[in-house]
């Protein structure tokens, strides 16, 4: 009953519209006032322990890493080599939003900063071509959430601190369920384009010089997101310490290119400590809320449940695919890695589901509602750029609701295309 009072409490305030910091620490207060005998002391005690951790650094840097490169005209040379490279395929510039994003996700490990960055770049280009709003929103949307699963991705730090997994594993789990999404949604923009549902110009084929020197103008970019990985690999830095560097790296290529300004360095540290400090305060809060849980055996109680119902790890991942699924159609994505792990990932060790495998399958789950209605913050971010409708934006964006599901499944059900990769160079 008492873990029953503590949810009960934490989801009454998300149904009163309590931001959801606020929601899980006064529910932590609540609980502990009214229960169990322990000294109101511990919700401090749990929030700033919580933050003594060494990955966790990683989220302001990569944060302001992502802020620099858009602050330092990276975006639009990705969009033009992106454009150079593929403006010819069937599909034309929604061809060459989804790869740009596959590219810049090597750069910004945060969806909403995809969206607004490098989306305004993607859709402004689109409507200039004579794209439909509603499809260049779609589109653009649709691919930014390749960036959280490609590295580096601040989501994925999360998960890691949460579940005490490897962020490294993580990080070079998500590149192939990235380049699978990017793939599925391409092939989506061929099938709506070729059988007339959208309509599509298409750029003549760029001739080698002018490839050649947008491949020249956007290379220092795209160098970042292969130290990134080549670091990783070789084991040289932590995926810490390499966000670090990229930091560094993102600051002098934008004086280099004299994009970035010292008054431009000062607003990108500013609107990244911002958004840091969102991020950093919704992790404290959901410490003590998670260790309440723990300490309530919610885990345990679970895994009981879970078991009378089904002994199948298939039937289990099909039941939470659709409880994530749900669930991020109504809160944030980060507040619910922070209070689903604790909770799952005990039940989803007793089935022998490997927890990197999860923490990836868990993330697009929840980057997917991220994208759905009601309160799918990329779909308002991108109806805003675009200026469309939200009935509009909806209907555009419905057909690519397929290929990510497919993802989603193959992913669920065939692990190693998830593991190979951090397996391979363990």
């Known amino acids: 009953m008492s873990i029953l009072l503590l949810m009960g409490i934490f989801l009454v305030l998300l149904a009163l519209e309590v931001p959801v910091a606020f929601a899980m620490i006064f529910s932590a207060l609540v609980f502990i006032m009214t229960g169990p005998g322990l000294p109101d002391t511990i919700v401090i005690q749990r929030m700033t322990g919580g933050l003594d951790s060494f990955p966790l650094l990683a989220i302001p840097l990569f944060v302001l890493a992502g802020h620099l490169f858009n602050r330092a005209g990276i975006s639009e040379r990705i969009f033009d080599f992106a454009s150079a490279f593929a403006g010819h395929m069937r599909g034309g510039l929604a061809q060459v939003n989804i790869a740009a994003s596959i590219i810049f996700a090597g750069m910004s490990g945060v969806a909403q900063a995809d969206a607004a960055g490098l989306g305004a770049v993607e859709i402004r280009q689109m409507r ?119 930091v560094v790296y993102a600051a002098v290529l934008g004086f280099v290119n004299r994009e970035l300004t010292f008054r431009g360095l000062l607003d990108t540290l500013a609107m990244s400590a911002v958004t840091t400090g969102v991020l950093v305060f919704i992790i404290a809060a959901a410490f003590p809320f998670g260790w309440l849980i723990s300490v309530q055996n919610l885990p345990g109680i679970l895994v009981t449940f879970m078991r009378s119902l089904t002994e199948d790890p298939v039937m289990l991942l099909l039941i939470l695919n659709i409880a994530l699924l749900i669930a991020g159609l109504f809160m944030e994505t980060t507040a619910i890695i922070l209070v689903a792990t604790p909770a799952l990932l005990p039940l989803v060790l007793s089935y022998g589901i490997d927890p990197v495998h999860f923490g990836v399958v868990m993330i697009i789950n929840l980057l997917i509602g991220a994208l759905t209605p009601p309160f799918g913050v990329i779909l308002f971010i991108c109806k805003h750029i675009a200026q469309v409708s939200f009935g509009q934006m909806i209907r555009s964006i419905l057909p690519f609701y397929i290929p990510l599901l497919v993802v989603l499944f193959l992913l669920t059900y065939c692990p190693q295309l998830v593991l190979w990769l951090p397996g391979l160079f363990r």
Do not use: C
């Open 128 to 246: 200039e071509r004579g794209y439909s709003a509603g499809f260049s929103a779609a589109v653009t949307a649709a691919s930014s959430i390749i960036g959280p699963i490609i590295p580096p991705s601040v989501i994925m730090v999360i998960y890691a601190v949460t579940a005490q997994v490897s962020l490294t594993d993580l990080f070079l789990a998500g590149i192939v369920p990235g380049l699978l999404m990017g793939l599925s949604l391409m092939i989506m923009v061929n099938i709506l384009v070729r059988f007339g549902f959208e309509q599509a110009p298409r750029s003549s084929r760029a001739s080698l010089s002018h490839l050649t020197g947008t491949f020249w103008k956007a290379l220092p970019a795209l160098i970042a997101p292969v130290l990134l990985v080549a670091g990783m690999l070789t084991g040289v830095a932590t995926p810490t310490e390499l966000g670090a560097l990229i």
